[in-house]
């Protein structure tokens, strides 16, 4: 069979179009759970791109798999799925694009009305994947098998990818999306800069999991403090003392994040207020720290509480629950070997890759190259991703990619200030260097589900 790369190469699409698809998403965000017209343009552009596509729409809200079975039934050949999210976050984007979003939405989650932004490049990936998809259909004399492609919703509240397999993502009787072999997925970073795609074995990102904790005190006269119980002084208390879970709980060679975001309690200076609400999150590397560390917020708090005569117990309500993603080892060893063979592999390598990066489009990418990392950086958020594997018990790789505009990157760099001058996911500031971005991340998922979908050599 051909190899990967020169299929890669020959079948890529006109990027052109894509650009302005790309364009498209990042000027039209949808909230978590309100993606009704993102899902729908996803949905037109699959129809456009073969009427081959098996689409199933309206799955754990606004979620779509479309499926494509490549070869007769005798031939069989492995099921692969390609993941991308696509919602937007509540951000009032500051990047002075024009294609920069204008949009405002209503948050079901609270009612209130807030602007909408791509801040952490889901519209990349959607048509990163849209161009894969494009590449994989156009190379079918090339590999067997079936290919499902799923576009996610909700994942920045870490509910989407349950959402679908709670709705019968997998299920025969529902919505009847073949069980995966291997499920691969991807997310553009700016912590790296654009034209690198890296890979690691084991951990990827972290666990994350936000509580929304209420303590409840007695109201009264800021005169009469005795004569009240006050939620305020609890909160204060309380927040010290969570944070000795990880100074002097856990152990300096792991690792963990105790973070109370915010507080609020009373709106009068002369009131005592009857209550207070944090909201706390934590991050840990293992699931026996994330066990733990959960375990030790409810017992401090109910313990602060209690010490402090709270008038009732404290109330706990989970919002977010993000699983660690641990990459399977066997599934990344073969995506490192085609990445390699693609992109080209360490610094003394840039410029022998086997693909030719296209640099125009917006930025300054004069003198980029392509480089994969296979030991890139932990993700330093957290996904949702592994559980479209984790719920059928298949493997699983999650590889990142590169956003950040090459001069900007080389200059940050040289100068020692990435970490401040150069905007990262979740920013208002972020926006991905569209090419070669694009390239190199619709490259990475038909790269990857070319490993698995290939035709054997003996053919």
Request: aromatic share 6%; hydrophobic share 40%.
């Amino acid at each position: 069979m051909a190899s990967i790369s020169s299929l890669v190469a020959k079948h890529r699409p006109d990027l052109e179009p894509l650009q302005d698809l790309y364009k498209h998403f990042h000027e039209h965000p949808e909230l978590s759970n309100q993606e009704k017209e993102t899902a729908a343009a996803i949905a037109s552009e699959l129809r456009r791109i073969s009427p081959d596509f098996d689409i199933k729409t309206g799955i754990g809200g606004h979620g779509l798999a479309a499926i494509l079975r490549n070869g007769s039934d005798d031939e069989g050949g492995p099921t692969v799925l390609l993941r991308a999210d696509i919602d937007a976050l509540p951000v009032l984007e500051g990047t002075g694009l024009p294609y920069a979003s204008k949009r405002r939405m209503m948050d079901v989650l609270d009612g209130v009305e807030k602007p909408v932004m791509h801040a952490c490049g889901h519209d990349m990936h959607i048509t990163c994947l849209l161009g894969a998809a494009r590449t994989l259909v156009s190379s079918r004399d090339a590999w067997r098998g079936t290919l499902v492609l799923v576009f996610q919703p909700a994942e920045e509240r870490g509910t989407g990818a349950q959402a679908m397999v709670d709705d019968g993502l997998y299920d025969p009787e529902r919505h009847a999306v073949p069980v995966p072999d291997v499920v691969l997925g991807a997310h553009v970073t700016g912590a790296a800069r654009t034209g690198v795609i890296g890979t690691r074995r084991g951990l990827m990102a972290t666990s994350a999991d936000s509580l929304r904790v209420t303590l409840y005190g007695r109201g009264g006269h800021a005169s009469m403090p005795h004569a009240a119980v006050d939620p305020v002084i609890m909160a204060a208390s309380t927040i010290l003392k969570l944070q000795t879970i990880v100074a002097r709980e856990t152990d300096p060679a792991d690792s963990a994040v105790v973070t109370v975001a915010s507080v609020h309690a009373g709106d009068a200076e002369n009131i005592i207020a009857d209550e207070a609400r944090l909201s706390v999150e934590s991050r840990a590397v293992t699931q026996r720290t994330r066990d733990r560390t959960l375990r030790r917020i409810r017992d401090i708090v109910r313990a602060e509480c209690l010490g402090a005569q709270a008038t009732r117990e404290p109330d706990f309500r989970t919002t977010r629950a993000f699983p660690l993603t641990v990459n399977d080892a066997a599934t990344t060893a073969r995506v490192e070997e085609t990445f390699a063979a693609h992109f080209g592999e360490g610094k003394e390598e840039e410029g022998k890759s086997a693909v030719m990066l296209e640099e125009k489009g917006e930025g300054e990418n004069e003198g980029c190259c392509c480089r994969y990392d296979r030991d890139i950086p932990r993700f330093a958020a957290s996904e949702d991703f592994s559980i479209l594997a984790t719920a059928v018990g298949k493997p699983y790789c999650f590889f990142m990619y590169g956003g950040v505009e090459a001069a900007a990157w080389d200059r940050a760099e040289s100068e020692g200030t990435l970490a401040e001058s150069i905007p990262s996911n979740h920013s208002a500031l972020f926006a991905p260097a569209v090419m070669p971005t694009l390239q190199v991340g619709l490259d990475g998922y038909a790269a990857a589900a070319l490993t698995f979908l290939g035709k054997q050599e003996k053919e």
